[in-house]
């Protein structure tokens, strides 16, 4: 079984640019999350989509972030423009259904360096 | 809010010397509680869970016990190996939300 994928593994932007990440979880799993983790910290919960809606969107600074997930599949995350402090790994992650007590499986992340 | 706490690290041991990570949570109800490791450039990966209290995880030789009583969910080994070394995030989940605590890294040393 394929694990998720996650691209690009790393990007190094100036600040004020814009940037994407996509990511393609385990086939079949309905619910998918983007988590931000800032060096030597946890993984923090950025937006948890479940098929194609959000069901949790609360710690997305939604004045420069966006994501969104096209026919309940693939996801993209933007940030626009980027700050110094969005330096950090973007993790995606899938779940097979709904509620939070299911395993996530996590892809390898994306390495963002903002200068 | 729910919140996870860790040992800080990082932990340096020596091969086969015993393990103990320690983790509390705060949350309200009776949360899931998970054990996620990270290998170097690899994502996250579960380790081990446990779902409701006095429940033993255990995987790879780890465990976990699930002690509602102290609010803890310490992760053992008995023996660990240079393999080992990697950064360990305990976690739990109320059904509703996901939250990890801040990871301990462990270094084994041969």
């Known amino acids: 079984e394929a694990g998720v994928a996650q691209s690009p593994r790393y990007k190094i932007i100036e600040k004020r640019q814009s940037v994407a990440f996509w990511c393609n979880p385990i086939?079949?799993?309905?619910?998918l999350y983007w988590y931000q983790q800032i060096l030597g910290q946890g993984p923090k919960l950025l937006i948890q989509?479940?098929?194609?809606?959000?069901?949790?969107d609360s710690q997305l600074p939604k004045d420069r972030f966006s994501a969104e997930r096209l026919k309940g599949v693939d996801s993209t995350l933007k940030i626009q423009p980027a700050k110094l402090e969005d330096s950090a790994v973007y993790l995606c992650?899938?779940?097979?259904?709904?509620?939070?007590?299911?395993?996530?499986?996590f892809g390898p992340g994306t390495r963002l360096t903002v200068l | 809010g729910n919140s996870v706490t860790q040992m800080e690290g990082p932990v340096t041991l020596s091969e086969e010397a015993f393990l103990t990570i320690n983790c509390t949570y705060t949350?309200?109800?009776?949360?899931?509680l998970f054990w996620y490791v990270q290998y170097p450039g690899e994502g996250l990966q579960l380790l081990l869970k446990?779902?409701?209290?006095?429940d033993k995880g255990s995987n790879k030789g780890f465990e976990a016990t699930y002690r509602k009583e102290t609010t803890s969910f310490h992760l053992e080994k008995g023996s660990v190996q240079v393999s080992d070394s990697a950064v360990y995030f305990c976690?739990?989940?109320?059904?509703?939300?996901?939250?990890f605590g801040p990871g301990t890294r462990l270094s084994v040393l041969p």
């Open positions: 992650a899938s779940s097979p259904t709904g509620g939070s007590y299911n395993e996530q499986f």
């Open positions: 976690a739990l989940s109320d059904g509703q939300n996901f939250v």
């Open positions: 446990a779902t409701k209290a006095d």
């Open positions: 086939s079949g799993h309905a619910t």
């Open positions: 949350a309200t109800g009776y949360p899931s």
């Open positions: 989509f479940q098929n194609n809606g959000v069901v949790d």
